[in-house]
């Protein structure tokens, strides 16, 4: 059993800057990929980022050129930096990550970022 422990969520204004961090408590390298979704209020939870095993990234075209994606192997820690935050970034973030060899996903709690003036 994987566990993600997510952090850095909160409020923040328009234009302004949230860093988030998912720290698992296996291996990075145990996994095909580490991820970051997010669930607005009626909507579907959608894929933000995610960042493969061999450090291929992945980005919805909604936040490309704002958020960046990055990993730090030795803290089995990834990372979501958000900048120019926009309204329609509120939601709740979810850390993810998919097991090599199963494909098997696990999930974080989950931290609310709010985007509001």
């Known amino acids: 059993q994987v566990q993600l422990v997510e952090s850095g969520g909160g409020l923040v204004q328009p234009g302004g800057s949230l860093s988030l961090s998912c720290s698992a408590s296996e291996s990075i390298f145990a996994f095909v990929d580490m991820g970051w979704y997010r669930q607005a209020p009626g909507k579907q939870r959608e894929l933000v980022a995610s960042?493969?095993?061999?450090?291929?990234?992945n980005y919805a075209d909604s936040v490309k050129g704002r958020f960046t994606i990055s990993r730090e192997n030795a803290k089995n820690t990834v990372y979501l930096q958000m900048n120019s935050l926009k309204p329609e970034d509120t939601a709740v973030y979810y850390c993810?990550?998919?097991?090599?060899?199963?494909?098997?996903?696990?999930w974080g709690q989950g931290t609310q970022v709010t985007v509001s003036s």
């Open positions: 993810n990550v998919r097991m090599l060899g199963t494909w098997r996903p696990y």
């Open positions: 960042i493969r095993s061999g450090g291929s990234t």
